[in-house]
């Protein structure tokens, strides 16, 4: 789970915010990429205009989004972003919303994030780490708990 | 067997699914070969794939694909996977 905790650079954690829209909520997730150095702010725009084009199948799992665009030259390393909302926002899903955490993900390539996928999967897998997860008022608690 | 995993740019949803695929069909014994890709790419090399695993909104831009189209609700959930591929091979 620590290829998790190094995915998330600093700025990349944004908890208990306030989104009206699932666009805000994509912004935030963008912003955490940009701050922690993994995207340019481009990128942003490419993860809603995916959003846009093919809906809310991002939508993975019950209230968890994965924001994400394609390898692009907007993004610089691969890295992770985390956004948990203080009120759940409908996304659209036909199974999964509401949605009350996104996590933005940005890939250089089709194949270096890999280990990180099975990573990130492992800890969404449980919905006990998903509740301490969406429960965390500080970063500082929320990064012990992937470490 | 062939399956394909697709999502809408190939590198989120497509990888979990095909990461999971794996697992389960690991533990039924049975010998697949997962490869996730994007809508696009699917489309031009998914020929031949005995199964296409995906979410429920892309499956209408998968229709008309050769292969079975296996809709997943939750892709963390090791049993949905479980059952609907099991249905799917039957």
Avoid at chain 1, 50 to 57: Q, T
Avoid at chain 1, 132 to 145: C, D, G, H, P
Avoid at chain 2, 26 to 51: C, P, Q, S, Y
Wanted: glycine share 8%; net charge negative.
């Amino acid at each position: 789970m620590s290829s998790v905790l190094s995915a998330l650079g600093e700025g990349s954690i944004k908890l208990q915010q306030s989104c009206t829209s699932w666009r805000e909520s994509f912004e935030l997730a963008g912003a955490g990429l940009v701050e922690s150095g993994r995207t340019l702010p481009s990128y942003t725009q490419e993860m809603i205009q995916a959003f846009e084009e093919l809906g809310p199948y991002m939508v993975i799992a019950p209230g968890i989004a994965l924001a994400h665009g394609r390898p692009s030259a907007s993004v610089l390393e691969t890295g992770l972003s985390l956004v948990t909302l203080l009120t759940p926002i409908e996304f659209g899903s036909q199974s999964n919303d509401p949605v009350s955490m996104v996590i933005g993900l940005a890939a250089i390539d089709h194949d270096s994030h890999i280990d990180l996928m099975a990573a990130l999967s492992e800890l969404l897998m449980s919905e006990e780490q998903v509740t301490l997860l969406l429960n965390a008022t500080k970063e500082a608690v929320l990064r012990s708990y992937l470490s | 067997m062939k399956i394909l995993s697709v999502c809408g740019m190939g590198i989120g949803t497509s990888v979990l699914l095909k990461m999971n695929a794996e697992k389960v069909l690991e533990a039924m014994g049975i010998d697949a070969e997962v490869l996730a890709a994007d809508i696009t790419k699917a489309k031009r090399d998914g020929v031949g794939a005995d199964i296409i695993l995906t979410t429920p909104e892309l499956v209408v831009l998968l229709e008309g694909m050769p292969g079975k189209i296996v809709s997943i609700d939750h892709v963390f959930d090791l049993t949905e996977i479980r059952q609907k591929l099991t249905a799917a091979l039957l």
